[in-house]
């Protein structure tokens, strides 16, 4: 499964719409992209995944970009509960394997959301 | 979305001790299932992949007579650290497929003594 890149940390004001941006320029033609958020001593939560169209859902929009090498989650008004770790996971997708389709998490994207 | 339980949520142990920790789905039954563990400031470490029916597959360098799999039923995935060692302490995390997608467990803190 190709490889993503993700700044470290964020920073968002309370309200105004958090973009996360993520890279996977190695990124095949079967592959999903999944956004997961972890808090604190928690698992981590299903955000939002896509494979070519853009995405939204309650949560987020997910907007990937038409070469599909990188890809932004948006939550369009932050509040101090989306303080967590957002993790950017490219994926294939073996609908037909039962082993198909592990989550690899990288490092992530510590989303620090300010009042 | 999907739900998944894993009991017990934290559980302290005594060095040399085996630890049982149970992996749940709770509206969807789940033919595969994942442990993975995270240690303090680290991010998720893929342990194995377990299938309901046949034996886990385990990632490299995961021991798999020390941390035993086993998914007897759709719904249910256990994992048991053997002769636990304070090195073992961690955060061990199950998730479920439910279609293509994901779903986590809130996670089973272990402290061995």
């Known amino acids: 499964d190709a490889k993503t890149t993700q700044p470290p940390s964020m920073d968002c004001a309370e309200g105004r719409a958090a973009n996360l941006p993520c890279n996977h320029s190695?990124?095949?033609?079967?592959?999903?992209v999944y956004w997961y958020r972890q808090i604190h001593s928690q698992g981590p939560q299903y955000i939002i995944h896509?494979?070519?169209n853009n995405e939204t859902n309650e949560m987020a929009s997910l907007i990937i970009t038409e070469d599909r090498k990188s890809s932004t989650l948006i939550l369009p008004h932050a509040t101090l509960r989306d303080t967590a770790v957002y993790y950017c996971?490219?994926?294939?997708?073996?609908?037909?394997?039962?082993?198909?389709?592990?989550?690899?998490f990288g490092q992530g994207t510590e989303l620090s959301v300010k009042p | 979305g999907a739900v998944v339980s894993q009991h017990p949520s934290r559980v302290i142990c005594k060095s040399g001790t085996s630890v049982k920790i149970e992996c749940r789905s709770l509206d969807f039954q789940a033919t595969t299932m994942f442990w993975y563990r995270q240690f303090p400031k680290q991010s998720l470490m893929l342990m194995a992949t377990s299938n309901e029916g046949s034996k886990a597959t385990y990632e490299q360098g995961v021991e798999k007579d020390k941390f035993l799999i086993n998914h007897a039923s759709l719904t249910l995935s256990t994992l048991t650290v053997t002769s636990a060692h304070p090195e073992d302490s961690s955060f061990y995390i199950c998730?479920?497929?439910?279609?293509?997608?994901?779903?986590f467990g809130p996670g089973t803190r272990l402290l061995v003594l």
């Open positions: 996971i490219v994926r294939a997708s073996r609908p037909m394997s039962n082993q198909g389709g592990k989550l690899i």
């Open positions: 190695t990124i095949s033609g079967n592959e999903y």
């Open positions: 998730s479920a497929k439910a279609g293509e997608t994901q779903y």
């Open positions: 896509g494979l070519k």
